[in-house]
């Protein structure tokens, strides 16, 4: 599960900016992919036509084999119970304890509440920060912040990630340890489609990046770690000799 088909997706807004155009691609299950790209390039546009948001101009996208944009308002909450998604300023309840922002969704689909503190403790743990559930979200660092909404995220158990610039608050190594987070829920089978504009980091990590311009993907690749450590060893290299 979690296999994504996009066929020659347009978006255009009523103000006649076309924010995706013509767009084919496609994510296995289980693989994880960076979105990248300048502001406005289409990387949030593209998050939101998967997460049925919003609805292409024309095209088609597939999830599953099942043409999204055709779910009936019935269905749709369904749908999305099986995608879980990370914003950039993770949009915590400010009121409402750590447990309880963790267990929203959970309590949204109606799940008994024994099952409710099973699965919120074990997202809490994979992310580090179990022991902290009774805290408000005001308690929290930035960093604990962001992991308490992808704790979120995952604690349905999502066949799909989605993150919206993830890490685009954070300092180095708390980014690191933040994209290490998703390719942990990645290893255990789950798509994970991440747009971010920290190009260095995703540089060394080995995996697919997919580069928007004008929503339009104009590359497609996989990072290779060993050539961007080479590529600093010699500028490194470069700056001694010259020093």
Known sequence: MGHIRLQRVTKRFENGFEALSEVTTE???GS???????????KSTFLKLLIRADTPTRGQILVN????????????????RHIGVVFQDHHLLAARTVFDNVAMPLRVAGMREREVARRVRASL?????LGKEGLLPSHLSTG?????????AVVTRP??????EPTGNLDPDLSRHIMDLFTRFNQVGTTVIVASHDIDLIETMG?????????????????????????QSDQADSVEVGS
Do not use: K, W
Request: proline share 3%; charged share 25%; hydrophobic share 40%.
């Open 32 to 42: 994880m992919t960076f979105l990248t790209g300048h502001s406005g390039a289409g």
């Open 65 to 80: 084999d099942v043409d999204i944009g055709g779910l009936s308002a019935a269905r749709l909450p369904l749908y999305r």
């Open 159 to 164: 066949r799909i990630l989605l993150a919206d």
């Open 27 to 29: 994510f296995a299950a």
């Open 207 to 231: 995996l697919r990046i997919l580069h928007l311009e004008d929503g339009r993907v104009v590359s497609d690749r996989t990072s290779d770690p060993g050539t961007q450590s080479a590529a």
């Open 144 to 152: 604990e912040q962001q992991r308490i909404g992808i704790a979120r």
């Open 125 to 129: 743990t994979t992310v580090e920060l």
